[in-house]
């Protein structure tokens, strides 16, 4: 799998956008980039993933560089309940989806 | 639905001693996984099962473990706890590109 890396941690302020980075310049092309959360304690929440084309969900929007080899995952409107550690993943989709490998991740803090 | 549940919440050992963790899914998933997660780090995959009969290890599988004889049930067995074994084990289902994660359970070992 293509390794990433993530700042450690990064702070946002409530209401504003929260802009996550992630590179992956090893990425294949078979590979996504799936993003999940943690929040304090609790099993990780999956958020969103792409291939190569932006997305955007209810929860966040995945912008993808050209060249694939960097993301940023953008929370539009950051809140106290966005704190969170947040995970950048690489890796086949379908059958191989299941067998995740989480870095560390960033830990984001949303500030009053 | 449920979604994945997880018991116990907490146990605790002492070295030697043989448990079993809990864990089950009420969405028909097929694939199944089980992690650990150690103070300060990202999730380690344990074991995974890709249906009912069918497991393989994952990064760390030393001293676990596992079965899957139905769809919904995916237990984790420590066969002889040792304190290195001390973490917060995350059991998941998964249904194409997302995993769903249970509460996790918070083992030490003594």
């Known amino acids: 799998d293509a390794k990433t890396t993530q700042p450690t941690s990064m702070d946002c302020a409530e209401g504003r956008a929260a802009n996550l980075p992630c590179n992956h310049s090893?990425?294949?092309?078979?590979?996504?980039v799936y993003w999940y959360r943690q929040i304090h304690s609790q099993g990780p929440q999956y958020i969103i993933h792409?291939?190569?084309n932006n997305e955007t969900n209810e929860m966040a929007s995945l912008i993808i560089t050209e060249d694939r080899k960097s993301s940023t995952l953008i929370l539009p409107h950051a809140t106290l309940r966005d704190t969170a550690v947040y995970y950048c993943i690489v890796r086949v989709s379908g059958a191989g989806s299941y067998q995740l490998t989480f870095g560390k991740g960033t830990k984001l803090s949303v500030i009053p | 639905n449920a979604g994945v549940t997880q018991t116990p919440k907490f146990q605790v050992l002492k070295t030697g001693q043989s448990m079993t963790l809990q864990c089950a899914q009420d969405m028909n998933h097929e694939y199944m996984s089980w992690y650990r997660q150690d103070p300060g780090m990202g999730l380690r995959l344990i074991h995974y099962?890709?249906?009912?009969?069918?497991?393989d290890q994952g990064e760390v599988p030393n001293g676990y473990n596992v079965s899957r004889s139905t769809t919904e049930d995916f237990p984790l067995r420590l066969l002889s706890a040792a304190p290195s074994q001390t973490s917060v084990y995350f059991c998941a289902s998964s249904y194409f590109y997302e995993q769903f994660f249970g509460p996790g359970t918070r083992l030490t070992v003594l």
């Open positions: 099962s890709v249906g009912a009969g069918i497991t």
């Open positions: 792409g291939l190569k």
């Open positions: 090893t990425i294949s092309g078979n590979e996504y």
